[in-house]
Structures are given as structure tokens and as C-alpha cells.
């Protein structure tokens, strides 16, 4: 290309594609960039909110679960005091005096006293006596033979389960029945074929 063709404002020929030398439209460069931004700012403020609700849920978990440790000891204690009163037989519980009277009813108070405590703290009993067994609330210590309960269900209480939440703190230790029917009501349907 000549000076002349420079000096009279002429473009340079550059031997490139007739597509590329067209100019792109500025508006639609800056609506596709502005399109680009706006996605963008979307996902973040998506994954802000997201971070948000994950940290609100772990913060929750947290306050009702961090006393799960403390709570599963107190039980220990708990369960010592109740089976003190236990040994205590009810004749004599209902004839103390003095003394031997003050400490049946502070134990008693105790008991009580712990029992609240862990309630307030969100630590409640697992029901169990007459349900149905549920491996993940109750541990089968034995099977009790039993025609007159459908076979599976817990008809006796060994230790008292205990939940946080919905979690389990300690499973109930439990006598399950067996050689009742499932349905409570074949009693007398021949089972030997």
C-alpha cells in the first residue's frame, strides 16, 4: 500500500477473510457481555444463598447435638441413681423414717432433677415397651416367647433408650417377643405344611 492511499484515509489492505474485517455491533457485544454478567451474578448470589442456608443448618445441628457427649454420661449417672431406688423395696420406702426417709426422697429428687434437665436440653425417651422393634432405636438383648403379641414386638424394657433430636443418644435395650403371629390373629391356623 502507498503513502497516497494512507494520507487519503483509505484502509490498509490486509489480505484478511471479508468476515473478520467486518466490524462487530458494539450493542450486541455489550448485551452478550451484559447476558455474561448477569449469569454470572445469578450463580453467585444462588451460591451465597446456598453457603447461607448449609451454615444456618450446621449452626442448628450444632447447638441441639454439641451436648450429645455430656448427655450420653449424665445418662450413666441417671441410670445409677434410678436403680438405687430400685433396691430400695416399696415396704420399706413407704415405713422410713428419718434419716433413712430424707435420703430415699433426695434420691428421688435427684432422679427427678436429672430427668428434667436432660429434657430441657432436648433429650427426650425412647418409647419402646409394646412397639413395634426398631433396629435403629432399640437393641434386642433376648426373645421372650409370647402367643399373645405379634412376633417382633417389645415387651420388655431392659434400659431405657434415650434421643437427641432425631438422633439416637442410646438405643433401648429390649426383650422382643416371639411365636406370636405377625398379624395378631391366625392363632389357629395350622403352620406345619
Not at 53 to 63: A, N
Not at 92 to 102: I, V, Y
Not at 133 to 152: L, S
Request: hydrophobic fraction near 35%; charge should be negative; avoid cysteine.
Amino acid at each position: 500500500m502507498s503513502d497516497e492511499n494512507a494520507a487519503q484515509g483509505e484502509t490498509p489492505d490486509l489480505d484478511l477473510p471479508e468476515t473478520e474485517t467486518a466490524e462487530v455491533d458494539p450493542v450486541e457485544a455489550l448485551q452478550a457481555e451484559n447476558a455474561e454478567l448477569k449469569d454470572r451474578v445469578l450463580r453467585t448470589v444462588a451460591e451465597m444463598e446456598n453457603l447461607r442456608k448449609r451454615t444456618e443448618r450446621d449452626v442448628s445441628d450444632t447447638r441441639s447435638y454439641a451436648i450429645a457427649g455430656f448427655a450420653r454420661d449424665m445418662l450413666s449417672a441417671t441410670d445409677a441413681l434410678s436403680r438405687a431406688l430400685l433396691v430400695i423395696p416399696q415396704e420399706t420406702r413407704d415405713t422410713a423414717e428419718g434419716t433413712l426417709k430424707s435420703l430415699i426422697e433426695g434420691l428421688e429428687l435427684a432422679e427427678r432433677e436429672m430427668q428434667r434437665l436432660l429434657g430441657k436440653h432436648g433429650v427426650k425417651p425412647i418409647e419402646a415397651a409394646g412397639q413395634k422393634f426398631d433396629p435403629n432405636k432399640h437393641q434386642a438383648m433376648f426373645e421372650v416367647p409370647n402367643p399373645n403379641v405379634p412376633e417382633g414386638t417389645v415387651v420388655q424394657v431392659v434400659q431405657q433408650g434415650f434421643a437427641i433430636g432425631e438422633r439416637v443418644l442410646r438405643p433401648a435395650m429390649v426383650g422382643v417377643a416371639k411365636g406370636g403371629s405377625a398379624g395378631g390373629g391366625d392363632e389357629g391356623v395350622d403352620k406345619s405344611a
